[in-house]
Structure formats: C-alpha cells, structure tokens
C-alpha cells in the first residue's frame, strides 16, 4: 500500500532549526515530484515547497531562503530542513505526492508532523 | 493567484444538495482541484481538472467550471461529508489554496 509518514516534528526555538522526514512506501521519490504544505492551528493549508524529478525546486515566499526541500534516493525519503525558525512557522506539515500529468495535483498525503516554535 | 471560497460557513443536513464556490484572481483554464479535510487528518483529493473525479470518490461529488468560476456539488449529503472542502489551482507557482468552506450539521 502506498504510503508517506512524516517525523521529525517537536517543540523548537525561534531562529532555531530542524529537518522534516518524510518516509515513502511503495513510491518512489525519485520518480515523482514531491511537495510539502503545512497547516497553521485553525488555519488553512499552504503550500511551500515542491522539488520535481529533475531536482527543480520552488519554495513559497514565507520560507524562501530559509527552507531547503530535498530527497534521499538510498532511504527514498523526502526531507525539508527548516532553518530561521520563526513562531508562525508553528503547523502540522504534510508531505504529498505530486500527480502531473495533463493535469497537476496532490493525490497521496502523509498524516502530518506537528512542529511547534516557540520560546 | 488569490483563491476565494465562499461561503465560509455552510450548515446543511443529511440529504441536502450543497454547492461551494471557488473564484480565481487569474484565468487559470481547468487547472482547479477540491480536497475535503477532517480535522486533524490529510486532505484528501475529490474532484482535479476542474470536473473529473478523483478514484473511489462517491459519485455524489461533482465539480463544474472553468476560467475563474467554479464549484463542488455534493449530492443527498451523508455523515461522513461534514468537513472541511478546499480549492487549489494548479495553474502556476505557487500553488495556492482557497481559505476554506467548513461544512457542519
């Protein structure tokens, strides 16, 4: 069964930072572009980062600059190194699979990992 | 592109036929997706393109439109609807969401 489980969440300082994981069963990360969108308590989903097969990578602007997507093809895991955290960072991040065909959506998600910023 | 759902808000009961609104700041084709969300879980992917439903979704949800307008229907409401739908273009980067229409009994 295709699955992606997210870790890495926690409580974290402000300017401090962390890594995300996101771990991918029975699809490849390599082979799909992969994205991360968070959701803010109360709030609705953002996106903020999508890295596509030829290692193209685009960030939101609230985390441009601070904010690295990448994937490890050993592990097949998609990861988001969270640098400058900031409090409005705070949210559950989900990592999702990207399907782009003649059409372009998020059509396999993890459950999510908290990451709560604050001092 | 700036998305806005309306309403907000919507209270409807089990049977009811309600429809959401998802405008466009930009003309973005068919390039419209609808994801419904409990709380504390995924989204999870209904309608793409605008119109073409996602696999295993009940056939009681259906999307029109196009351009700048459009909408998610849920035919003869059941329990397990009530939640919160969001729309998504996938025009451009960034992709963005709409804020959100919560549906409550």
């Known amino acids: 069964e295709l699955q992606l489980v997210e870790s890495g969440g926690g409580l974290f300082q402000p300017g401090g930072s962390l890594r995300l994981s996101c771990e991918a069963s029975?699809?490849?990360?390599?082979?799909?572009?992969m994205t991360w969108v968070r959701q803010a308590p109360g709030k609705g989903l953002e996106w903020i980062a999508v890295i596509y097969t030829g290692d193209t990578t685009y960030y939101a602007d609230s985390v441009q600059g601070r904010f690295t997507i990448s994937r490890n093809i050993s592990t097949n895991s998609l990861h988001l190194q969270m640098d400058r955290l900031r409090d409005d960072d705070t949210a559950l991040y989900f990592c999702?699979?990207?399907?782009?065909?003649?059409?372009?959506?998020?059509?396999?998600w993890g459950q999510g990992t908290w990451v709560t910023v604050s001092s | 592109i700036q998305l806005t759902q309306s309403p907000s808000f919507l209270s409807a009961s089990v049977g009811d036929r309600v429809t959401f609104t998802c405008r466009t700041s930009h003309v973005i084709s068919t390039y419209l997706n609808w994801y419904q969300q409990k709380p504390g879980k995924a989204p999870k992917l209904l309608i793409y393109a605008a119109s073409k439903l996602h696999n295993g979704v009940p056939s009681r949800f259906s999307g029109s439109g196009s351009e700048t307008h459009f909408t998610l229907t849920i035919d003869s409401l059941q329990p397990e609807d009530f939640a919160t739908y969001y729309c998504q273009q996938s025009y451009s980067v960034p992709v963005t969401f709409g804020q959100g229409t919560r549906l409550e009994i």
């Open positions: 029975e699809l490849s990360v390599s082979s799909n572009i």
């Open positions: 999702a699979r990207v399907f782009y065909s003649s059409s372009y959506y998020l059509d396999y």
